[in-house]
């Protein structure tokens, strides 16, 4: 195994858009990291979003980072500037929160990492950017008007990108794709937790490769 190198900020924010869509992921057992993140990979999407909402989360972020050092791993759920450390000593790649925490903002920053904080209004878009956020997860997406909200809000945001998250699947994500402002999206439907505890990582593949083709065909419309 390899040294990693971990990529800046404006290197991150290509890869995001490049893949089109963050699979989020909520892992409660290290040892389905691994066949996760290969069923991703053969997909088409080498990257995962773990949330924070197990136990186990930082664990196998670790395990993953280690196996594939330029794999592109981020954690999410990070709500406090210790889970941010927590994240970025496991080896994080991104950070993404489901609001906005200056303090979470100013670490990653410091750190040299991408972080995405959550925002669904023109305040808090505001207050993200003024912490130093370059990237802002729209979050929750279809509880907080979808498309069309979004389509309003990125109106007097126009230089502003956004990663909707939240509601976001296999029906709508071309939807949001289509919008200027949309970077990419964060979905769980290809990475659903009772596939994970069913060992069902042929769907999970099948189903990323269904969404790589949604976001191919979304932006050769676009």
Known sequence: MRASTVPSVAESIARVRHFGILPVVE?????????????????????????????????AVSVLTRAHPDAFIGVGTVRTEQDAARALDAGARFVVSPGTSAEVVRLCNERGTLVMPGTCTPTEVQAALAAGA?????????????????????????????????????????????????????????????????????????????????????????
């Not at 709508?172 to 659903?192: E, H, T």
């Open 134 to 222: 370059q990237l802002l997860k729209f979050f929750p997406a279809e509880a907080s008007g979808g498309v069309g909200f979004l389509k309003a809000l990125a109106g007097p945001f126009r230089d502003v990108s956004f990663v909707p998250t939240g509601g976001v699947n296999a029906a709508n994500l071309a939807g949001y794709l289509a919008l200027p402002q949309v970077a990419a999206c964060g979905g769980s439907w290809m990475v659903a937790p009772r596939l994970l505890a069913d060992g069902d990582f042929e769907q999970v593949r099948a189903l990323t490769a269904e969404a790589v083709q949604v976001v191919a065909e979304a932006r050769r419309r676009g």
């Open 27 to 59: 892992i409660s057992a290290v040892e389905h990291a691994l066949p996760l993140f290969e069923a991703l990979s053969a997909g088409g999407l080498p990257v995962a979003e773990v949330t924070m909402r197990t136990p186990v989360a930082l664990e």
